[in-house]
């Protein structure tokens, strides 16, 4: 089993202007219509947040390996300056399970089937785009192999789309799989196939 955690803070600060030019950046956008828990001030010269998480997940065993996620980080959590941070305002929560059997049998070498879950909200708790995935890979007998995932994003409010106009603007659901194909792995020339599709609604 294995524990893993973060935590971060962040504060920085300059003239009224700077401030209000990193309230109205992309990873904030303060200024939305619907943020109405958050403090738009064109006038402030310092602006502090923090960042946490915590996992845990099981990574050794001989069949069923499995995880959990949670972690937050705050509207005003910001080190564009040091590194690069897409998106705060962000509380986040994910959870995986995967079966895997790696002793060989009558049609395979090994395979795996996963299912992985991701769910996200704002600090207003309004829903983010997250996501459901179930996927599987398998190798042959022959040491082919090949796999396929399929994912589902739920309808959720996207907050980097609604900045400036209305609330309401979603996107609805999307839809993406692959399919993919390669030869053995000691084959001089290695060769790979793969196809995918994808849909996302916007409304």
């Not at 294995?2 to 935590?7: D, N, S």
């Not at 946490?52 to 069923?64: D, I, N, P, T």
């Amino acid at each position: 089993y294995e524990l893993r955690g973060l935590a971060a803070g962040s504060y920085i600060a300059g003239t009224p202007e700077a401030i209000q030019r990193v309230q109205e950046f992309s990873s904030h956008f303060f200024q939305r219509p619907d943020a109405d828990y958050v403090d738009y001030d064109t006038t402030r010269t310092s602006l502090s947040g923090y960042r946490a998480r915590l996992e845990f997940e099981r990574e050794s065993a001989v069949h069923w390996l499995w995880g959990v996620g949670f972690g937050a980080i705050s509207p005003g959590f910001d080190i564009n300056d040091a590194g690069r941070l897409r998106k705060a305002d962000r509380i986040e929560g994910e959870a995986q399970l995967e079966y895997r059997e790696t002793q060989p049998g009558p049609t395979f070498q090994e395979f795996s089937i996963k299912t992985e879950a991701r769910s996200a909200w704002n600090y207003g708790w309004s829903r983010q785009p997250g996501e459901i995935e179930f996927g599987g890979r398998f190798t042959l007998l022959n040491f082919w192999g090949f796999g396929a995932e399929f994912d589902h994003r739920p309808r959720a409010q996207s907050d980097i789309l609604a900045h400036d106009i209305s609330p309401e603007w979603r996107i609805l659901m999307g839809r993406a799989g692959r399919l993919g194909l390669r030869n053995r792995r000691a084959h001089r020339v290695q060769a790979r196939w793969r196809v995918s599709a994808q849909s996302v609604a916007e409304l």
